[in-house]
C-alpha cells in the first residue's frame, strides 16, 4: 500500500502502520500537506452533518418513528417540531439515510435480545403489543431445553454484571439519601419562600437540608425563585443543570431533554455532562439541551405554551390576547376597552386569582376595572 | 422478576428490591446486544452500565410502565450512538475524529481553497455515504453491514474519493497560489 493509499485510510490504520504514517508526514512535505487537506475535508463533511443534525439523538426518535409503542408522546412532539429540519438534512446527507437504517438494524438486534434472554414468563400481556411486529414465529423459538443450557451463561454474566453495578447503585442510592420527592399537580414552597408548580405528572425531589437545591425528575415544572445572590438555587434534571440567582422559569424534562423558558431573572443552563458549556437565557428566551449535546442557542420563547399554570405570561403579548387567556383560564368573560386592547404588556398576571390579575393588568394599561354582566371589563 | 407494569411501577415508587431486580433483569439483553453489535470489545462493559444508569436515572421520568421495554432500548440506542461519537474507547484514538491528529496542523487551520459542497459533489453518492458514515462515527467494518458490501469494498471507495478529491485540492491549490501571485505582482 502507497503512502497515500495509507493517508486514505488513516482512521483505520494498525498501532504499527500509524507510527510509520507518523513517521512519514515529519519527513515529507508534500504527504504532509495531502494529509491536512484530507483532514480538512474530513473535518468539513463532520462539520456539515454537525450543522444540519446538531442533535444526534433525534436521528434515533426519527428511526424508531414508524413504531407506534417506542416513542412517549413528549418524543412524538419533539420529533414532529424537528421534522422540517430534519427532513431537509436527510435530504442533503445520504449518510444520514444510511445511519437511520443502520439505528433500525440496532432495533432489531435489540429486540433479537430481548427474546432471546429475557425469560417467556417475564415477557406480560401489556407488553405484547409492542413486540407483536418483530416476535419470532414459534416454531423459530429455540427447544426449551436448548434454552435453558444456553441462559446459564447468560445468567452467569448477569450475575456479575449485578455485582459489578452494585457500586453503581450503591453511589446512586447515597445520592437520593437526604432528597424528598413531591409528586405532579401541586404547588410546592420552598424553605426560602420560592414556588414551584408542578404539572400533572411531574415529579420534583427537594433536599432534605432546606438548601437551595432541587431535582426535576420529569414532567414540567413553573419555578418562582426568592432572588439571593449569594446562594444561587440550583436545579438539575435527568441530563442538564440550571442555576439560578432569583427569577421565574419554566423547566419540562424528560429523560434525555429539558427545555427552559425564561420569564424574568437570569438562569444559565448546562448539560450535567459538560457544565463548561453552559449558555445563559434573558427573558423571554427558550434553549434546549438534548441527551449530552450542548445546549441550543437561545432563541425567543413562546411563553405562550405554559399553558398549564393560571398565569398567563406576557412579554410583548397584546393586553386583548390576556385578556383572552385570562377569560379562558379563569372561565369568566375579561373584556377590555378597543384602545386598550392593542397595548403590548410584559407581566404575569393570573398567579394570585383573577381580581390580581385584573388589577395588574389595569394597572399596566391605567384603566379601571369594572363588573360587567358576568364578568369584568376594563374600561380607559 | 416480571417486566409487567406492575413491577415497574413499584421501582419508580421507590421499591428499592422491585428496582434493583428490574435493573438485574435488563442487564442480560444489554449485554447480549451490545455484544451483537459491536462484538466482545472491552467497551461492552461500559455500554451496558451506562445504559443501566441511563435507565436508572430516567425511570421516575417513564410515564407508561408499559412501555418499559421501549425505554430500555431507548437508552441502549442513545448510549451506542455516544459510542460511535467517540465518547468512549480509545480505539483509533491517535485518528479519533474529533481529536487532532498528534503531528499533523488542526484541520480548521489548513483551508480546503475550494468550495466543500463542490468537491463533495464530483463523488458518487455511495462514496460520498461512506465519507458521511465514517464522519458520524461509524467503523468501517460496520459501514459495509450497513451498506450490505463488504469492509474492503468500502475501503476501496474511500482509496478512490481520496484520489480524487487530491487532484481537486491540489489543483485548487495551485490556482489559489497563481491567484494569490497575480494580486501581488
Known amino acids: ?380 | 422478576m416480571t417486566f409487567d407494569p406492575d413491577a415497574v411501577e413499584r421501582a419508580q415508587a421507590g421499591d428499592a428490591a422491585a428496582r434493583d431486580a428490574l435493573l438485574s433483569a435488563v442487564t442480560t439483553p444489554l449485554r447480549a446486544f451490545f455484544r451483537s453489535r459491536i462484538g466482545a470489545a472491552p467497551e461492552v462493559d461500559d455500554l451496558v452500565q451506562n445504559a443501566l444508569v441511563r435507565v436508572y436515572r430516567g425511570l421516575d421520568a417513564l410515564q407508561n410502565p408499559a412501555r418499559f421495554k421501549a425505554f430500555a432500548m431507548k437508552a441502549a440506542l442513545f448510549e451506542l450512538q455516544d459510542f460511535y461519537r467517540g465518547r468512549y474507547s480509545s480505539r483509533e484514538a491517535l485518528f479519533d475524529p474529533d481529536l487532532p491528529t498528534p503531528g499533523s496542523v488542526d484541520p480548521e487551520d489548513v483551508p480546503l481553497a475550494m468550495d466543500l459542497e463542490a468537491a463533495l459533489a464530483t463523488l458518487t453518492e455511495h462514496a460520498r455515504t461512506i465519507l458521511e458514515l465514517r464522519e458520524l462515527g461509524y467503523p468501517y467494518v460496520e459501514i459495509a453491514e450497513t451498506l450490505d458490501t463488504t469492509e474492503a469494498a468500502v475501503k476501496m471507495q474511500v482509496k478512490r474519493a481520496f484520489e480524487k478529491l487530491r487532484g481537486l485540492l491540489a489543483a485548487a491549490l495551485v490556482a489559489f497560489a497563481a491567484l494569490g501571485a497575480a494580486l501581488g505582482s
Open chain 1, 1 to 380: 500500500m502507497s503512502d497515500f493509499d495509507t493517508l486514505a485510510l488513516y482512521d483505520a490504520l494498525p498501532a504499527e502502520e500509524r507510527d510509520a504514517l507518523a513517521a512519514a508526514l515529519k519527513e515529507q512535505p508534500a504527504l504532509a500537506a495531502a494529509f491536512s487537506r484530507w483532514r480538512s475535508l474530513r473535518a468539513g463533511v463532520r462539520a456539515g452533518l454537525a450543522r444540519d443534525l446538531p442533535d444526534r439523538a433525534l436521528l434515533v426518535l426519527y428511526a424508531l418513528a414508524d413504531d407506534a409503542d417506542a416513542l412517549s408522546d413528549d418524543e412524538r412532539r419533539q420529533l414532529d417540531a424537528a421534522r422540517p429540519a430534519l427532513d431537509a438534512a436527510l435530504d442533503k446527507h445520504p449518510g444520514l439515510v444510511a445511519a437511520v437504517r443502520r439505528i433500525r438494524d440496532d432495533r432489531d438486534a435489540f429486540e433479537a435480545a430481548w427474546s432471546e434472554t429475557v425469560p417467556e414468563t417475564t415477557r406480560r400481556t401489556p407488553l405484547r403489543r409492542a413486540e407483536t411486529r418483530r416476535q419470532p414465529a414459534a416454531e423459530d423459538r429455540p427447544a426449551l431445553r436448548d434454552t435453558r443450557l444456553l441462559r446459564w451463561p447468560a445468567r452467569i454474566a448477569a450475575v456479575v454484571a449485578v455485582v459489578a453495578f452494585a457500586g453503581v447503585l450503591t453511589m446512586l442510592a447515597l445520592r437520593d439519601a437526604g432528597w424528598e420527592t413531591v409528586a405532579g399537580g401541586q404547588t410546592v414552597t420552598l424553605a426560602d419562600g420560592s414556588t414551584v408548580d408542578l404539572a400533572d405528572g411531574a415529579r420534583l425531589q427537594l433536599s432534605d437540608d432546606e438548601t437551595r437545591q432541587a431535582r426535576l425528575l420529569g414532567g414540567e415544572a413553573l419555578f418562582r425563585i426568592v432572588h439571593d445572590e449569594a446562594h444561587p438555587f440550583e436545579l438539575t434534571t435527568p441530563n442538564a443543570e440550571v442555576t439560578v440567582l432569583g427569577t421565574t422559569f419554566s423547566v419540562q424534562a424528560t429523560d434525555v431533554q429539558t427545555e427552559v423558558m425564561l420569564i424574568q431573572g437570569a438562569v444559565s443552563l448546562a448539560p450535567r455532562a459538560t457544565p463548561e458549556k453552559a449558555v445563559r437565557l434573558a427573558p423571554g428566551q427558550t434553549s434546549t439541551v438534548l441527551a449530552l449535546d450542548a445546549p441550543t442557542a437561545p432563541a425567543p420563547a413562546n411563553l405562550a405554551a405554559i399553558d398549564w399554570t393560571d398565569a398567563v405570561f406576557a412579554r410583548g403579548m397584546l393586553a386583548a390576547e390576556v385578556a383572552r387567556q385570562l377569560s379562558a383560564r379563569f372561565e369568566t368573560p375579561v373584556a377590555l376597552d378597543a384602545a386598550l386592547g392593542a397595548e403590548p404588556v410584559v407581566g404575569e398576571f393570573g398567579a394570585d386569582g383573577l381580581d390580581d390579575a385584573l388589577a395588574k393588568l389595569a394597572l399596566a394599561l391605567g384603566g379601571t376595572v369594572e363588573a360587567d354582566g358576568p364578568g369584568f371589563r376594563i374600561t380607559e
